[in-house]
């Protein structure tokens, strides 16, 4: 694999601009959601579930904090990462020719993950201050399958473009 790869600036498209403004959005909504509750909050909340999205640890309702502190830096991080598509990692050798539609796939997926994990962090939030309020907190009987579902599905998606990207450039 070549160490040298081409530094080009991929352009958002329509559907980049939108992941970004939900994922941007959701964070937002997330932090206004604990920032507006937490004062009527009991001093003790759901901090972990088990399998079938059933609160198993309690934990002090400072651990409201923590969700949308990890899913900004996360989604930061991500956002920054996502900025230097040629320092990513490729299963091809990145080439003047391919470089466009292998950077395009890069940031796309890296965008996708990033909405998943703000979505992901944001239900949490959402479900953990609900459930306090309501003195009966789960994720849903749907939540596990939802996210197993999700992360397995989207790497054979991937995978499949991948192929596709490595069939168009190698014959």
């Given at each position: 694999m070549s160490t040298h790869r081409p530094k080009i600036k991929i352009p958002f498209e329509p559907i980049?601009?939108?992941?970004?403004?939900?994922?941007?959005?959701?964070?937002?909504?997330?932090w206004l959601h604990v920032i507006v509750n937490y004062s009527e909050l009991p001093d003790t909340v759901a901090t972990h579930f088990n399998s079938a999205g059933v609160p198993d640890d309690y934990g002090s309702k400072y651990f409201l904090w923590f969700l949308p502190i990890l899913s900004t830096l996360m989604y930061l991080g991500i956002f920054w990462i996502n900025r230097y598509p040629h320092l990513h990692n490729y299963m091809a050798n990145i080439t003047e020719k391919n470089a466009v539609d292998y950077y395009k796939l890069s940031t796309r997926t890296l965008r996708i993950v990033n909405l998943f994990c703000v979505l992901l962090f944001a239900y949490i939030s959402y479900k953990i201050v609900k459930g306090a309020k309501e003195?009966?907190?789960?994720?849903?009987?749907?939540?596990?399958?939802?996210?197993?579902?999700?992360?397995?599905?989207?790497?054979?998606?991937?995978?499949?473009?991948q192929l596709k990207l490595k069939k168009k450039y190698n014959g």
């Open positions: 980049d601009i939108v992941m970004e403004l939900v994922s941007v959005t959701f964070l937002l909504l997330m003195e009966f907190t789960d994720l849903g009987w749907g939540f596990i399958y939802v996210v197993i579902t999700i992360s397995i599905i989207l790497p054979i998606i991937l995978i499949g473009y």
